[in-house]
């Protein structure tokens, strides 16, 4: 049973745009989310995250919003580039588990048109 | 400074045989792991290192063994290839433990098993 979703395999916006991507997780436990962005032939890269005691974090054009109610997050990016054309995966844990305890989605092809 | 470096970059094996992924770091980081990405889905814990001489399992371990004789290197063996293992892998470090912020992921090794 998955407990981290991304149930959009892919996504498409035109550069300029806001690209919205999405994450649903079912662990109720999980306190800190984050963000990796991967491009082809490369490892992910740590993007941005979020724990839970916040509703919201900025890192310059990319936000990322929890809302724990729903056990959803979303990553905005604003505006979108074409150098932001990636795989975006959302990984979620307990504070005190350790990077050994990350969970992954199955991760969001972003493509951004010039 | 190379970072996260992992050899070979791409592996055809037959059912049965054995072999070793390397993961190399110059980075002096304390914390080691194995991952692999499946399609569709999103990356899965394999083994991972606290420090030299200290090594644990993840979420899928079978099949798979490691050591960390050195604070560089953490190998990773398949012990008798399985089609099922056919997967892109990836070695990654940090610095400490952490929760997943500060992982340095390697450019993969792509697995195919006949």
């Known amino acids: 049973d998955q407990q981290v979703k991304q149930n959009s395999p892919s996504l498409s916006v035109q550069e300029g745009r806001i690209s919205i991507l999405n994450c649903d997780y079912t662990n109720s436990m999980f306190d800190y989310f984050l963000w990796y962005k991967k491009y082809p032939a490369e490892g992910p890269t740590f993007l941005i995250s979020i724990s839970s005691i916040k509703d919201k974090n900025e890192d310059g054009r990319f936000t990322v919003f929890l809302n724990k109610s729903a056990k959803h997050l979303s990553l905005h990016i604003v505006p979108s580039q074409p150098g932001d054309s990636a795989v975006y995966f959302c990984a979620a844990s307990e504070t005190q588990g350790g990077s050994e305890k990350l969970v992954f989605g199955k991760g969001t092809k972003l493509t951004v048109n010039p | 400074n190379a970072g996260v470096t992992q050899t070979p970059k791409f592996q055809v094996l037959k059912t049965g045989q054995s072999m070793t992924l390397q993961c190399a770091q110059d980075?002096?980081?304390?914390?080691m792991s194995w991952y692999r990405q499946d399609p569709g889905m999103g990356l899965r814990l394999i083994h991972y290192s606290v420090g030299a001489g200290i090594t644990d399992q993840g979420e899928v371990p079978n099949g798979y063994n490691v050591s960390r004789s050195t604070t560089e290197d953490f190998p990773l063996r398949l012990l008798s290839a399985a089609p099922s293992q056919t997967s892109v892998y990836f070695c990654?470090?940090?610095?400490?433990?952490?929760?997943?912020?500060?992982?340095?992921f390697g450019p993969g090794t792509r697995l195919l098993v006949l």
């Open positions: 980075m002096n980081h304390e914390y």
């Open positions: 990654a470090s940090s610095p400490y433990r952490g929760n997943g912020e500060t992982q340095y």
